[in-house]
Structure formats: structure tokens, C-alpha cells
């Protein structure tokens, strides 16, 4: 193979046109990528680019996807270990290309080993400024906003990192609709006030203040998880909360046991099969409280509570307790959308919202959102 004699290495922290999506830390040497979407974009003038990645797990590979002006050109998994990939090769040297390089993984917090960190890219040619979009969004979730069960076969039931996706994900579609530059902040099986499983910890709030604190371990303590997100950095036009999920399906799990404390914890129906009007309470307190949260930190945002890719059980009460919250506080800026349900044409893996249901939900959610931004 013939060898690329004008290819320049390039520390991340030493290039002056890089935009970086998603929370990190702001270290450049090297930059942990730690949430679903996270990335890092570049406009490349040039033949053939590289980037040097360092990969990591214990039982969850990282994986990415390349985007080259727009559209998705591959997608892989990451091994362990620290090495170069190529990004393209062979292209026009006069042509500019956007590249950006994403996370297609969620944060993994039941593998402390799991991370992805990018050191430097390697190009022969020169990078420009990256523009800035026109809004900035939040979207915060559960599976369905981490994109799992976007790729596969809709046999497919195994929980591995090869059936997530964050580029045919409703929140990437929705963001990419309004010319929007995007976050995501979700975990598989967690609510806003237990996991599916009535784990109480396992709930996105809790968490929501850091870096990354949904994470574990002594590697992820060192890379800067648990430090607190700085949120002036970043200030969103909208942030989408896409929870509810998983606390319904609390109600029909069984009890989870703390087995350091001996503890339990139960979202109880009722005989008839309808909810504990107590439990019901919790949950929409839970509501409130991440509202009250999401406001102190979001001073200007509008916030819009999705729900309804899968079913919509829990719809009567985040429609009460958003209600509820606007009253309490006079906050006008916040909405409830029902987005559609996935259907035996639209699911995908892991009985999941396909790339069809995702395609449906951002159509209907950037209509409504861009009626918003239009105000």
C-alpha cells in the first residue's frame, strides 16, 4: 500500500477549528466521549483523514459512526486498545468535507471499564471553521433516546451494544429538522423515578448535575465523570424529557431489594389492576421535581415532556403534574407532546422503536417544537 507522505498529526488540543458535541469535561488530551451522540466534528479540506481513538470495556464495546456531509458512511465497533482508524481516503484534496465522528453508544453504567477517548486526527490537508447552528437542544431519556433497538432484525432480543444507534434516533432526526445542535443525556430501563425494575437509584435526575454520574467506578472518577456539568457553557432553546417508560413498567415488576440494606422498593397496582394512588403521587412528584431542576439549571428553555413510544400508561399523570408545576410556579415555558406509538410496522430490535417509529416521532415532535422556536 502506498503511503500517504503529507499526512500531519494533530493533537485534538492543538486544533483550532474543533467542535465537540455533547457533556465532556473540556479536556482535549485526550476527550472522553461519555453520551449517546456525543462527537466530535470537524471541515476537513483534504484527501484522507485519520483519528486516533482509545477504547475500552469489560463487557460493552464502544461503538461510532462516521458522518461525512450529513450522511452516515459506516459504522463500527471500537476493540480495546488505543489505535488509528480511517475516516476516508481517496477524496477530493479541493473539496471541503464535514466529518463528524459519533458516539453511537450510550454510557454504560453497568460496565465501569466501558470509555472511548480521542487523542489526535491525522489529515493532509487544513481544517476550517465549523458553523454554528441555529438553536441548541437537550434531550433527555430512557432506551428510546439512546436509540436502542434502531438497528437489527426485529428477532433480534439480545442486550448488546450493536443494536444502539445515535444517528437514526428521533432526537438526531428532530435536531437535524430545526438546525439544531444537540445533546442527550439517557440510560436504558431508567425513569424519572425508578428504573423498570423499582430500582429508586437507577432514576435520571439523581444524576443530572454532573458530567456523567449515572457511571461507577474509580476510571470513570479519574476521566471526570462525577464532576459538576458546568451549565452556562451550554445554555438550550428546548430540552425534550422522554421519561415514563420505565416507572410504568415498574408497576407491573417485581419489588427490588437493596442487598446492602435489606430495603425494598414497589410501584404497587392496585387489585383492579390500576395504580396505588400513593405510588401514582410519587411518580408524579418525581415530575415536579425534575421540572424544578431542569428550570434552575435551563433558565430560558422551553421544556417539552415527550411520551408515547411505547404506549402511553402514564400519560394522566405527567399531564397533571405538569399542570400542577405550572401553577405552583407561573413557569408558562413548558409542554406536554403525545408523540405516536410504535407499531408492528415501525418497531425494530429488542421489540423497540425502529428507524421507522424514530423517523414518525421527530416528524410530528420538530413540527410541534419549531411552532415553538417560532414564537
Same mark, same amino acid.
Given at each position: 500500500?502506498?503511503?500517504?507522505? =503529507?499526512?500531519?498529526?494533530?493533537?485534538? %488540543?492543538?486544533?483550532?477549528?474543533? +467542535?465537540?458535541?455533547?457533556?465532556?469535561?473540556?479536556?482535549?488530551?485526550?476527550?472522553?466521549?461519555?453520551?449517546?451522540?456525543?462527537?466530535?466534528?470537524?471541515?476537513?479540506?483534504?484527501?484522507?483523514?485519520?483519528?486516533?481513538?482509545?477504547?475500552?470495556?469489560?463487557?460493552?464495546?464502544?461503538?461510532?459512526?462516521?458522518?461525512?456531509? %450529513?450522511?452516515?458512511?459506516?459504522?463500527?465497533?471500537?476493540?480495546?486498545?488505543?489505535?488509528? @482508524?480511517?475516516?476516508?481516503?481517496?477524496?477530493?484534496?479541493?473539496?471541503? *468535507?464535514?466529518?463528524?465522528?459519533?458516539?453511537?453508544?450510550?454510557?454504560?453504567?453497568?460496565?465501569?471499564?466501558?470509555?472511548? &477517548?480521542?487523542?489526535?486526527?491525522?489529515?493532509?490537508?487544513?481544517?476550517?471553521?465549523?458553523?454554528? *447552528? %441555529?438553536? =441548541?437542544?437537550?434531550?433527555?431519556?430512557?432506551?428510546?433516546?439512546?436509540?436502542?433497538?434502531?438497528?437489527?432484525? =426485529?428477532?433480534?432480543?439480545?442486550?448488546?451494544?450493536?443494536?444502539?444507534? /445515535?444517528?437514526?434516533?428521533?432526537?438526531?432526526?428532530?435536531?437535524?429538522?430545526?438546525?439544531?445542535?444537540?445533546?442527550?443525556?439517557?440510560?436504558?430501563?431508567?425513569?424519572?423515578?425508578?428504573?423498570?425494575?423499582?430500582?429508586?437509584?437507577?432514576?435520571?435526575?439523581?444524576?443530572?448535575?454532573?458530567?456523567?454520574?449515572?457511571?461507577?467506578?474509580?476510571?470513570?472518577?479519574?476521566?471526570?465523570?462525577?464532576?459538576?456539568?458546568?451549565?452556562?457553557?451550554?445554555?438550550?432553546?428546548?430540552?425534550?424529557?422522554?421519561?415514563?417508560?420505565?416507572?410504568?413498567?415498574?408497576?407491573?415488576?417485581?419489588?427490588? *431489594?437493596?442487598?446492602?440494606?435489606?430495603?425494598?422498593? +414497589? &410501584?404497587?397496582?392496585?387489585?383492579?389492576? %390500576?395504580?396505588?394512588?400513593?405510588?401514582?403521587? /410519587?411518580?408524579?412528584?418525581?415530575?415536579?421535581?425534575?421540572?424544578?431542576?431542569?428550570? *434552575?439549571?435551563?433558565?430560558?428553555?422551553?421544556?417539552?415532556? @415527550?411520551?408515547?413510544?411505547?404506549?402511553?400508561?402514564?400519560?394522566?399523570?405527567?399531564?397533571?403534574?405538569?399542570?400542577?408545576?405550572? +401553577? =405552583?410556579?407561573?413557569?408558562?415555558?413548558?409542554? @406536554?407532546?403525545?408523540?405516536?406509538?410504535?407499531?408492528?410496522?415501525?418497531?425494530?430490535?429488542?421489540?423497540?422503536?425502529?428507524?421507522?417509529?424514530? &423517523?414518525?416521532?421527530? &416528524?410530528?415532535?420538530?413540527?410541534?417544537?419549531?411552532?415553538?422556536?417560532?414564537?
Amino acid at each position: 500500500m502506498m503511503q500517504n507522505e =503529507k499526512l500531519k498529526v494533530h493533537p485534538l %488540543s492543538e486544533l483550532d477549528h474543533l +467542535k465537540v458535541h455533547g457533556r465532556t469535561t473540556g479536556c482535549l488530551s485526550p476527550l472522553t466521549l461519555f453520551w449517546t451522540g456525543s462527537a466530535i466534528e470537524l471541515n476537513v479540506k483534504g484527501s484522507e483523514l485519520w483519528i486516533e481513538v482509545e477504547s475500552d470495556y469489560d463487557n460493552y464495546e464502544p461503538w461510532i459512526s462516521i458522518v461525512i456531509n %450529513s450522511v452516515p458512511v459506516s459504522r463500527q465497533m471500537l476493540t480495546a486498545g488505543r489505535y488509528w @482508524v480511517c475516516v476516508f481516503r481517496g477524496m477530493n484534496e479541493n473539496t471541503v *468535507k464535514n466529518v463528524r465522528i459519533v458516539k453511537d453508544l450510550q454510557a454504560m453504567s453497568e460496565d465501569p471499564g466501558h470509555s472511548l &477517548q480521542i487523542h489526535a486526527v491525522k489529515a493532509d490537508g487544513e481544517f476550517l471553521p465549523v458553523d454554528e *447552528k %441555529s438553536f =441548541k437542544m437537550e434531550f433527555i431519556g430512557d432506551s428510546i433516546t439512546s436509540g436502542e433497538g434502531i438497528i437489527g432484525a =426485529k428477532a433480534e432480543e439480545d442486550w448488546i451494544p450493536m443494536w444502539f444507534s /445515535a444517528i437514526n434516533n428521533y432526537s438526531t432526526l428532530t435536531a437535524e429538522a430545526l438546525n439544531a445542535d444537540y445533546r442527550i443525556i439517557s440510560q436504558s430501563g431508567w425513569g424519572v423515578l425508578t428504573s423498570w425494575d423499582n430500582n429508586p437509584h437507577a432514576n435520571i435526575p439523581e444524576y443530572y448535575d454532573k458530567v456523567c454520574g449515572l457511571l461507577t467506578g474509580d476510571k470513570n472518577e479519574a476521566l471526570g465523570a462525577f464532576e459538576e456539568h458546568s451549565f452556562d457553557s451550554w445554555q438550550p432553546n428546548v430540552v425534550v424529557v422522554n421519561l415514563g417508560t420505565n416507572d410504568a413498567g415498574a408497576f407491573h415488576s417485581p419489588e427490588w *431489594k437493596d442487598e446492602g440494606t435489606g430495603q425494598t422498593h +414497589k &410501584q404497587r397496582l392496585n387489585k383492579d389492576g %390500576s395504580y396505588n394512588e400513593e405510588d401514582l403521587g /410519587a411518580f408524579e412528584e418525581a415530575v415536579q421535581n425534575f421540572l424544578t431542576k431542569l428550570r *434552575k439549571y435551563n433558565t430560558n428553555a422551553h421544556i417539552v415532556w @415527550v411520551y408515547g413510544m411505547l404506549g402511553i400508561p402514564l400519560m394522566p399523570a405527567i399531564y397533571r403534574a405538569v399542570d400542577i408545576y405550572m +401553577k =405552583k410556579t407561573g413557569d408558562k415555558k413548558v409542554s @406536554v407532546f403525545q408523540i405516536p406509538n410504535t407499531t408492528d410496522e415501525t418497531v425494530g430490535s429488542r421489540s423497540h422503536p425502529g428507524v421507522l417509529a424514530h &423517523q414518525k416521532a421527530a &416528524q410530528e415532535l420538530s413540527g410541534f417544537i419549531a411552532e415553538i422556536l417560532a414564537r
